[in-house]
């Protein structure tokens, strides 16, 4: 366990409380749910990594995503809109949400989210063909932070 670990153990529950904004009682209630400390004992390695969200295959997309273009989220699966285009769809978003979800699980499990056997998911356009406009697919991937933040800067 490094420095870092150590610190979080100690500070961990005060940091939540300021910022979720609890009451003493809510704090009380949080800190009771083993769930929570399970997962805020793997926060610190959760935060050093970064969810890639990748269009995979793209076609009549109203916002014009292509294949290629990737969506950014931390490791808490917050978008990460400083690496994401400029424009990005809500129906992506919502096809993402579930993999997010499911990558956090895995996490927290002690698996490889990487390792999921379905980390695809499309908008729910269904494409003109089936009276819609465009279709997108996505792929998942979590990838170190420190990665990610090269490959930007460089």
């Known amino acids: ?36 400390e399970d997962i805020l004992s793997k926060a610190p390695a959760l ?5 890639v969200v990748e269009v995979v295959e793209s ?16 490791g808490a699966g917050n978008l ?7 424009k990005v769809c809500v129906y992506a978003l919502n096809a ?13 499990a002690g698996i ?7 980390k695809r998911a499309g908008c729910f356009d269904v494409g003109v063909q089936c009276g819609g406009w465009g279709r997108i697919v996505l792929e998942l991937a979590v990838m170190d932070r420190k990665e990610i933040e090269a490959r930007s800067t460089g």
């Not at 935060?47 to 969810?51: A, E, H, P, Q, V």
């Not at 990460?80 to 400029?86: D, I, N």
Request: hydrophobic share 35%; proline share 4%.
């Open 1 to 36: 366990m490094g420095i870092r670990d150590l610190a979080w153990r100690s500070v961990k529950w005060g940091v939540m409380k300021k910022h979720l904004g609890y009451t003493d009682d809510e704090m009380e209630i949080f800190q009771t749910d083993p769930r929570n």
């Open 47 to 51: 935060m050093d990594k970064t969810i």
């Open 59 to 74: 076609h009549g997309c109203n916002s014009r995503h292509r294949i290629g273009d990737k969506l950014y989220f931390d």
């Open 80 to 86: 990460l809109t400083r690496l994401c285009p400029k």
């Open 96 to 108: 993402a949400t579930s993999m997010i979800f499911a990558a956090n699980e895995l996490f927290y």
């Open 112 to 118: 490889d989210p990487n390792q999921m056997r379905f």
